[in-house]
Structures are given as structure tokens and as C-alpha cells.
């Protein structure tokens, strides 16, 4: 039996290098033959009988998974269940996650409306355990595939927050997640607000279909936009180029390059641009990556949108799925992408042009309003017609000015970086009427 099996290997050392030198080739039988003892000492002696496929897919999982966090074998469940995410609906939990360095764990972003971002995960938590066993020693697959089950069933999270004391759990409830990748609505009547949380095959269509509805019922009165790109974990290569080419008239997009030559791509814009020109703010924080930078860097590249946040993953590698035949397929990293400035983001992320860090809003009682008509002698306005002065009374800390107060603080945006986002939109259409008149 051991004959056979590094006959094999010898087979398959013979397939992969026909041609190479004499030297480099006798190493490479020399480590194949080392891989067929190992397998034929676990076959023979280890403590339960495993498999010859379980062994195998193992091993060709460790090849792939030790080049870098990205690149893994995918059996034939695992590309099923690949290709029906990125068709945008899947069974789980509604995380994007990675395997940190110690060997946890890490969420990149819960996705939008789905049981892991109600159940208030964060981007940059760890997951420690899964219903109390420890994921250390699981690869990523293992990790991700006990993640799912059963739609309606439960799985207890146990978090490793940065920066909170202890660790604590989450009970989370399996559930089919549809993802509705593009959201829109309006913000005062005059700016849109796009929401896209990954690049699923639809998003596209989705948000040129959005837009037309917007410009259709809004018009003219529609002025700017804010694209939010925050905890979008990525997608589709092809749907990043679009979603920008989207908002381009021409230029590059994106370039990719890798080892061999037929990796060396360039994306160059169309004529066309969604909005015609109008302002545009791009959302980003740590939980924007891959193809979400694509966008941002190729949207503050050519300088037509400014890009508002913290600095993203920094994510810039690509990675292609090459089925097995059969057998499944494997994700290998080919290339990486450079924006259109020739500048590579691996490691380092998009930086904003405006650095705006997420704050809590906290209502403030300010108590009366002071101005200077409170001030002694202050001079009288000598257009003053007397409307003005039961308004002043009723900011005075009266019944009706704590009223209005309250009605005000009401509506404070929770969300900070989108309400400084809108301030800018505000202040570059006002520039732009200053340099008309």
C-alpha cells in the first residue's frame, strides 16, 4: 500500500514538473516522499482511523491556508455554499470574519440587518469560543462551518471585546440571510443617502435602479450624496468596478497585478455618471474592505468624492476561485490591486480626507439661550418690527421654550460621521453658490 501511495506522489511530482532542473526537482521528490511517510505513519498509527480523504483535503487545506489568511481549499459543500452567498442569500449567523495571528477568530463587520449585528457584534471583536469549546486549533473553514446549522438554532458566542475587561456571551439565533446589498433614502429632501453593505452580483443594478427612482421623485432638488461604505466587508471584483464606474466619466478604476502576465488588468471608467457631477461624501471606517476600498480609492484618487471616516481594513489582494473538477475549488490569492494612483493599500487601508472618528450623541439640557439682546445696553435693531420678541421669550426657559428644546434634541443624529458627512455636503453646495454669484 505505501509503495502505491508514493507512487502516487511520485506521479504527481512528474505531472506538476516536467520541465524542471535536475537539482530542484530531486528536492521536491525528496519532500513528497517525506509527505507519503507522514501519511502512512497517521494512517497506521494514530489513536482513531481517519480517512484518506479527510487526510488529504487536510493537507491541501494547510498548503493553501499557510500562504496567507485569504487563500483555502473549499470542499464541495464549502463552494456551494460560496456560490450561493454571492448570489446574496445564505443560512448563518451574518458575519464577515478572519483568523487573527493567535489563532481566534476576528469579525471584520457584521452584515446589515441580520441576527449577528442585532445581537450587537462589533467590527474588531474576537470570538473566542463556540457554546463553550474553544475555536483555538479550528482553521477558519472548521470555525465558520460550526458557525452554521440548523435555520431557528441557537450558538453561543463567547466575545473577547478590545478594551472591555472581561470576555462575555452572545446567544445568537441561525437565520436564512437574504442580503439586500443597496439601501437608499433621502436626508432633507435634498441628499441621498446610499447604503451598500457588500458587492453581491445584484448590487449594481440594484443601486443604478435606486438612483433613477430617487432623481424620477426628487429632481432638481436633489443635491449631493453620501455613499456609505462602512463595515462593508467586500465582495465581487467585478461589481467594485462597476458601483465606480458608476460615478466616473473616465480614468482608471482599479489594475491588478500578480506573477504571471494574464494577471496584469486594467479597469478603465465608461462615459456616464449616475449623479451628473454632483457632490458625493464616501463613508469608510476599520470594517471597509476589499472591494469597498476599491471604490473609495478609486472615488478619491481621481477626486470625485471626498472621503470621509477612519482609515479602512486595507485589504488589496485578489483572489480567484478555481473549481476542482468535481472536487470542490480552491481560493488562491493571484494578484494584488494597486488604485488608480498606482498606490497598494495591503496592510495600510484608504486614509479619509477628513478623519472623523464615531462619537456618541449625548443630549446636553444648554438651560436658556443667551444672546445679545440679553446683554445690558446692547444696541436695539432698527429693523426691528416686534415679531421677533415672542420668539426671544420663548427661548427664555419658559414651558414652551423647554418644549421646542425637546423637539429639537429629538431629532439629533445618532449617527455622527454621517451627520458630519451631511454638514460638509451642506457647506460645499454653498461654496458652489458663492462661486456662482
Known sequence: MRIGILAGVAGLALFILPLAAGAANNETYRQLNLFGDVFERVRADYVEEVSDSELIEAAINGMLSSLDPHSRYLNAKSFEDMQTQTRGEFGGLGIEVTMDDNGFVKVITPIDDTPAQRAGLEPGDFVTHLDGESILGLTLAEAVDKMRGPIDSGIVLTIQRPGAEASFDVEIIRAVISIRSVRVRMEDDDVAYVRISSFSEKTTRDLEREIDKLRDEYGDTLKGLVLDLRNNPGGLLDQ??????????????????????????????????????????????????????????????????????????????????????????????????????GTSIQARGIHPDIVVEQAKIERINRGPRRSEADLRGSLSNEQDNGEDDEEAGATEGDDNGAQDNAREESTAPEDYQLARALDLLRGLQLLSKTMVN
Open 240 to 341: 467594485a468596478v462597476s458601483v465606480s464606474d458608476s460615478f466616473l466619466v473616465q480614468g482608471e478604476i482599479v489594475s491588478t497585478r500578480g506573477r504571471r502576465p494574464d494577471s496584469i488588468q486594467r479597469f478603465n471608467a465608461k462615459s456616464g455618471d449616475l449623479i451628473d457631477g454632483m457632490p458625493m461624501i464616501v463613508l469608510i471606517n476599520g470594517g471597509s474592505a476589499s472591494a469597498s476600498e476599491i471604490v473609495a480609492g478609486a472615488l478619491q484618487d481621481h477626486h470625485r468624492a471626498i472621503v470621509l471616516g477612519t482609515r479602512s481594513f486595507g485589504k488589496a489582494s485578489v483572489q480567484t476561485v478555481i473549481p476542482l473538477g468535481g472536487h470542490g475549488a480552491m481560493r488562491l490569492t493571484t494578484a494584488r490591486y494597486y488604485t488608480p494612483a
